[in-house]
């Protein structure tokens, strides 16, 4: 009897099965729009007629200058919500969970596409400058950023929470609050990259403002029937960066503002991070989270067997398995893993003569 395709419920939603599309920027929206097109449509309508569980865009920008690159989607306006009206429909009308990431790139925000080599781009080449938490730039070769006032920061909180409220009008069923990665919240989090000397800097309380106002907000915005997840990096790993124990007692504080799940991502925000990469490396993060912030886990990076994604889940090591490049290579993964594991799915009814019993 599979565990991986046994149903979730996180308050009123109930996700078919434990295989969660991760959030995958595409850099396909028209340049500076930022609204959803057919591309994103057929990219996320696939993976819920593949038989995922739910889900999820790519990284939205809840402002503009919060983009990664020129070519990402936003939640900053209603045209973007209405824009994503019809992914959310099909999603959903799949059977699938429709969820959004909402976030902010912080100073690593203004680069280039990956295939066009990634780079921050300039204004001359539709860029624009860059904001964080404190002047310093992400590395050698990134402008440095404007640092926020306290203020604007505020600013910053209330953006998260408008495109909360504008998510639900779209149709998403969740939303995740990505604090991960080496983007803004996580800028906020981490010592090396927060000098700040106002109640958002400073000690771990006021590292941890960002985010925990930020997850109050969303949640105070979102349907009371409907999660909110956040995506955190488990550690920098960097002597002396957020680690571990930070991000336990962060899911702790996360709980109690009603945040129902954490992702347990981990890296990105240090140039010299040293990271090993291995099958399944992140999910001892979403293990020691889960036991020990007593928190619903994802766990994600480098899942791509089936056996894998069942034992990660059926031995209680993370409750979803979240998967990124694995389903960007096969949409249908999900209804394969399904056979291998002799798991009973439906197919979509269209595709019903190419089911082998
Ligand atoms: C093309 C691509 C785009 C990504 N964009 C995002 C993103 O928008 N937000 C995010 O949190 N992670 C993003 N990621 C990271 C993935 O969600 C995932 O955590 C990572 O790829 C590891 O999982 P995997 O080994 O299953 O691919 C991206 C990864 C890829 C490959």
Not at 88 to 111: D, N, V
Not at 125 to 138: F, K, R, T
Not at 298 to 317: F, N, P, S
Request: glycine residues 10%.
């Amino acid at each position: 009897m599979s565990v991986l395709f046994t149903p979730i419920r996180l308050r009123e939603l109930e996700m078919r099965n434990r295989i969660w599309v991760s959030p995958m920027c595409e850099y396909s929206c028209e340049q500076q729009d930022g609204l959803a097109n057919e591309w994103h449509l057929v990219h996320l309508g696939s993976r819920a007629v593949g038989g995922a569980g739910l889900v999820m865009t790519e990284a939205a920008a809840v402002t503009p200058e919060g983009r990664i690159s020129p070519w990402d989607l936003g939640i900053w306006s209603d045209a973007h919500a209405d824009a994503l009206l019809p992914s959310t429909r099909f999603i959903e009308a799949q059977g699938a969970a429709p969820a959004i990431q909402l976030a902010h790139a912080g100073r690593k925000a203004s680069t280039n596409r990956p295939w066009a080599g990634g780079k921050p781009v300039g204004a001359p080449e539709g860029g624009w400058e860059p904001w964080g938490p404190s002047a310093l730039p992400y590395a050698p070769g990134y402008p440095e950023p404007h640092a926020y006032s306290t203020a604007e920061v505020r600013g910053v909180i209330d953006a998260f929470a408008a495109a909360a409220a504008r998510s639900a009008r779209a149709g998403f069923k969740a939303v995740e609050i990505h604090a991960a990665h080496g983007y803004l919240i996580h800028q906020f989090l981490s010592p090396f990259s927060n000098q700040r000397t106002d109640e958002f800097g400073g000690d771990y309380d006021g590292r941890t403002r960002l985010a925990i106002e930020v997850a109050r907000a969303v949640r105070e915005s979102f349907p009371r029937e409907f999660p909110v997840l956040v995506r955190i990096s488990a550690s920098e790993y960097v002597e002396g960066g957020w680690d571990l124990d930070d991000s336990v007692e962060l899911a702790c504080r996360l709980k109690g503002v009603g945040v129902d799940l954490i992702d347990c991502s981990s890296g990105g925000n240090l140039p010299h991070q040293q990271l090993r990469v291995y099958p399944g490396y992140q999910v001892p993060f979403a293990r020691s989270i889960k036991e020990r912030a007593g928190i619903t886990t994802g766990a994600v990076g480098l899942i791509t067997a089936a056996e894998q994604a069942e034992a990660i889940v059926a031995g209680g090591e993370a409750d979803v398995v979240l998967m990124g490049r694995e389903l960007l290579r096969d949409p249908y993964w999900p209804l394969h893993a399904a056979r291998e594991l002799r798991a009973e799915v439906e197919w979509p009814k269209q595709y019903l003569r190419a089911k082998l019993s």
